[in-house]
T-cell receptor
Framework: GAVVSQHPSRVICKSGTSVKIECRSL??????MFWYRQFPKQSLMLMATSNEGSKATYEQGVEKDKFLINHASLTLSTLTVTSAHPEDSSFYIC????????????FGPGTRLLVL | AQSVSQHNHHVILSEAASLELGCNYS??????LFWYVQYPGQHLQLLLKYFSGDPLVKGIKGFEAEFIKSKFSFNLRKPSVQWSDTAEYFC??????????????FGKGTLLTVNP
């Protein structure tokens, strides 16, 4: 199967600092990766779509300067939460696809971010 | 834009009971439909998916779902649940555009608790 990992699994940081979350496809090359945010007892909300070697496409209402996404290789995408504030505390989940026809997304285990 | 609604926030069943989780979507065009499961402490996993063809789709672990186009529904069923089915279940949809659109819209999820 297709395995996606995320690091770290949990991070606590002070308000005003930046946090980087990594998403890796371990056994396949991912042409596209997605970043989601999940609030307690709520659905996954798509934040952005990133394609290898190009700029990420952000969903409406997501600040691109706040949530920096880099997809530098076919196996790695990073999400950096810049100048984090307590309201950024959430569960961040990435997913990846190879780009095949009618393919499904493979999800990472998520990263719990707590901003104090 | 499409939206997905899951009728039940929390379902509690005893082992061997039958399960049906509702999912309705709003989108006028062709859609691809998915059910994902998230076991406690684990990442999202695909249960089953519908792209085209037979509207009754069989997935892993004895789950099945039926796509009823006229009702915009894709309900998940299992004839006899087990304690190990305790998890959160998410319905998701994407608008079919020739297989090149992978963006998913998720429902809020249904927490299933199965008592032994």
């Amino acid at each position: 199967g297709a395995v996606v990992s995320q690091h770290p699994s949990r991070v606590i940081c002070k308000s005003g600092t930046s946090v980087k979350i990594e998403c890796r496809s371990l056994d396949f090359q991912a042409t596209t990766m997605f970043w989601y945010r999940q609030f307690p007892k709520q659905s996954l909300m798509l934040m952005a779509t990133s394609n290898e070697g190009s700029k990420a496409t952000y969903e409406q209402g997501v600040e691109k300067d706040k949530f920096l996404i880099n997809h530098a290789s076919l196996t790695l995408s990073t999400l950096t939460v810049t100048s984090a504030h307590p309201e950024d505390s959430s569960f961040y989940i990435c997913s990846a696809i190879r780009g095949l026809y009618q393919e499904t997304q493979y999800f990472g285990p998520g990263t719990r971010l707590l901003v104090l | 834009a499409q939206s997905v609604s899951q009728h039940n926030h929390h379902v509690i069943l005893s082992e061997a009971a039958s399960l049906e989780l509702g999912c309705n979507y709003s989108y006028g065009g062709t859609v691809n439909l998915f059910w994902y499961v998230q076991y406690p402490g684990q990442h999202l996993q695909l249960l089953l998916k519908y792209f085209s063809g037979d509207p009754l789709v069989k997935g892993i672990k004895g789950f099945e779902a039926e796509f009823i186009k006229s009702k915009f529904s894709f309900n998940l069923r299992k004839p006899s649940v087990q304690w190990s089915d305790t998890a959160e279940y998410f319905c998701a949809v994407n608008a079919d555009s020739g297989g090149s659109n992978y963006k998913l819209t998720f429902g809020k999820g249904t927490l299933l608790t199965v008592n032994p």
